[in-house]
């Protein structure tokens, strides 16, 4: 059963574009987590989404970040116009089906440089 | 709204010292609170996970206890190595995990 997946692991963007950073999750989870680790700073829940539907997404700016998780394909984390600011970790986790307290389980990050 | 604070934020440490970690947090209405390790530039892996319902967990050398009351855990690392060397970060679960900004750990040879 492979982990979760998460790609690219590097992803290198000038101001202004665009960065779709992807997550496929756990086999048998629905349940997914986005999170942001900034430079010297600590993880931040961004947003929460189960199959087609976000469920909680508190964390997220409320502009040019976007999150989606179709009924089929990856889950993506979108961020239109990005600034140097953006430049951070992005980790995604995944949980199983059945419980949204169980263990997460993270992927590996993208580490997203703005330029 | 959910507060969680780790002490101290850096531990430089001997070879073969039994070590504590802090978590404290302010919210005691968590459904579980995980212990992670963080290496440099890499992910997280899980260490630990106690439900509301229990008071600790053991895997090797580790063992993480929760006291919800007081709003506080410890991870006790026992006869740290070298590569024990890493960014332990807590969590607490209220469907989203919320993180502290972890403790910082070298254990020199």
């Known amino acids: 059963n492979a982990g979760v997946m998460q790609n690219p692991r590097h992803l290198v963007r000038r101001r202004g574009q665009e960065a779709r950073l992807r997550c496929s999750p756990m086999k048998g989870h629905s349940h997914v987590y986005w999170y942001r680790q900034l430079p010297e700073e600590g993880l931040k829940f961004m947003v929460y989404?189960?199959?087609?539907?976000?469920?909680?997404e508190s964390g997220m700016p409320k502009e040019r970040f976007s999150a989606e998780f179709p009924k089929e394909g990856p889950s993506i984390l979108r961020i239109q116009q990005v600034v140097r600011g953006d430049s951070a970790a992005y980790f995604c986790?995944?949980?199983?089906?059945?419980?949204?307290?169980?263990?997460?389980?993270f992927g590996p990050g993208t580490r997203l440089t703005v330029l | 709204k959910q507060e969680v604070t780790q002490i101290p934020a850096a531990l430089s440490v001997p070879e073969g010292e039994n070590l504590v970690l802090n978590c404290s947090f302010t919210?005691?209405?968590?459904?579980?609170l995980q212990w992670f390790r963080q290496d440099p530039g890499k992910g997280l892996t899980s260490l630990l996970l106690i439900q509301s319902s229990q008071r600790e967990q053991t895997s090797g050398r580790l063992n993480a206890s929760l006291d919800k009351s007081s709003g506080r855990s410890t991870l006790y690392i026992a006869a740290s190595q070298p590569g024990d060397s890493a960014t332990y970060l807590c969590a607490g679960n209220t469907d989203k995990l919320i993180f502290g900004t972890g403790t910082r750990l070298q254990v020199f040879p």
């Open positions: 986790a995944s949980s199983p089906e059945l419980t949204s307290t169980d263990t997460q389980y």
């Open positions: 919210d005691s209405a968590i459904y579980n």
């Open positions: 989404l189960q199959k087609e539907n976000i469920i909680d």
